[in-house]
């Protein structure tokens, strides 16, 4: 279902740096139901990557680099929160996303999930920068796609 919403700047305002507001509706949703099941978390974080992903090559089609960067950091991110919440784990602040993402890199012995991640994060870094040259956005772009694959191999989808 897809549901349109006017989100007061009020609100948006009060939002944590790294949520969105898709995320933050539906995290509180979740919370409101009562709903702790972890394959729901994953089911909502999968969508969000999916949707993230869509976004950013819409915006890369428009050539707004600055707002596919963050669209595409988003997909990173909510992607790791797939992973983490199949696992039984919530993920809410930078560092805890970092510090999973070095977890898995530990259990995987894939060193290059961390640095497909770094990609995501120079990313996320334009966004509030908008210092990196289009041939980097590119290839950060091309990088977070590879994370969302191996990420999605690491829970079976």
Same mark, same amino acid.
């Given at each position: 279902m897809k549901i349109e919403i006017e989100v007061p700047e009020a609100l948006k305002k009060s939002l944590r740096k790294e *949520?969105?507001?898709? +995320? @933050?509706?539906?995290?509180?949703?979740?919370?409101?139901l009562g709903i702790a099941d972890p394959e729901v978390?994953?089911?909502?974080?999968? !969508?969000?990557? *999916? #949707?993230?992903?869509?976004? &950013? +090559? =819409?915006?890369? &089609?428009?050539?707004?680099?600055? !707002? @596919?960067?963050?669209?595409?950091? &988003?997909?990173?991110? !909510?992607?790791? #929160?797939?992973?983490? @919440?199949?696992s039984g784990e919530e993920l809410e602040t930078h560092w805890e996303l970092w510090n999973f993402v070095g977890k898995l890199v530990e259990e995987s012995g894939d060193d290059e999930i961390g640095r497909l991640w770094a990609g995501a994060n120079a990313l996320h #870094?334009?966004?509030? +920068? @908008? #210092?990196?040259? +289009?041939?980097?956005? =590119? =290839?950060?772009?091309n990088d977070v796609k590879k994370f969302c694959q191996k990420l999605k191999a690491l829970v079976g989808g």
């Open positions: *949520e969105s507001i898709e +995320e @933050a509706i539906l995290e509180a949703l979740v919370s409101y978390n994953a089911e909502i974080h999968k !969508q969000l990557c *999916e #949707k993230y992903l869509s976004d &950013g +090559e =819409r915006f890369m &089609g428009e050539g707004d680099f600055i !707002q @596919a960067s963050e669209k595409f950091w &988003g997909a990173a991110s !909510q992607i790791v #929160k797939v992973v983490a @919440a199949k #870094k334009n966004f509030y +920068e @908008a #210092k990196l040259p +289009e041939s980097l956005i =590119r =290839r950060y772009i």
